[in-house]
């Protein structure tokens, strides 16, 4: 299959940062390949592609790790200190996670966009953004600048929303003037107030509605169960009343 000019620059972006590392030397191909997050397969693919990558290779191997010609500004047979080398490494692999993190900022910069055009749908963004659900929740717990921005992300969902309902407002919608008015204007008397029935002495009956107070309901609760107890023992009193006393 055919590379676009994009994977090509980042195959060979890939290709010269390894060489840099491998060839900075005190290190295996094994460990080159996991510190920079390339396999080893790929890195056998370019030698057999690539016939300067595989010749640079085995000059490394047979020179003992010398150094190639990179950014150091050492040419090839130049060796440089233990300490040097160390620090090549260090700098090689510094600028690998440099480069993921920005890759990984311009990513979560795509999904929050893409969280505002997508309805809010999380699924759906992490669909479009080819990203799984566990990588989000990953980046919500573990990054706080994203976990931040998603937070003021979830603050613009709800200005969204409260936007539609005054625009469904504005041009007369009913429920949502009635779901405005429950809402907001409670204090104003707009409650759906819960009315407490009895049937016989078995309880209380609750009649749909909500309770403006959960305080007051259990409040009005309590009340009635003491009345039905008090209207209870009047019935009995009075049973016993009509009874013709035994001697």
Sequence with gaps: MRMTNNQKKLNDSQKQEW???????GITIANACKDLGISIRKVARWKKEDIDFLETCERVRRHNHKTWPC????????????????????????????????????????????????????????????????RFRDWEKKDKEFAQAYKDAKEAKKDFIENKLME???????????????????DRGYVEKQQLEHSGSFG????????????????????????????????????????????
């Design 19 to 25: 060489l840099e590392l491998y060839c900075a030397g």
């Design 71 to 134: 950014s150091t500004g050492q040419k090839f047979g130049q060796t440089g200190t233990e300490e040097e080398k160390k620090q090549r490494k260090k700098d090689i692999i510094a600028r690998r996670v440099q480069k993921n993190k920005e890759k990984t900022r311009k990513l979560q910069a795509t999904w929050l966009d893409a969280y505002a055009k997508l309805s809010f749908n999380i699924s759906e963004v992490c669909r479009a953004c080819f990203i799984s659900r566990s």
């Design 168 to 186: 469904n407002i504005a041009n007369g919608d009913t429920p949502s003037i009635i779901f405005a008015c429950k809402t907001q204007l409670r």
């Design 204 to 247: 209380v009956m609750l009649s749909p509605g909500t309770a403006p107070d959960p305080d007051e309901w259990e409040n009005s609760a309590r009340a009635q169960q003491i009345s039905l107890s008090e209207k209870a023992n009047r019935e009995d009193e009075n049973k016993f009343k009509g009874k013709p006393k035994h001697h």
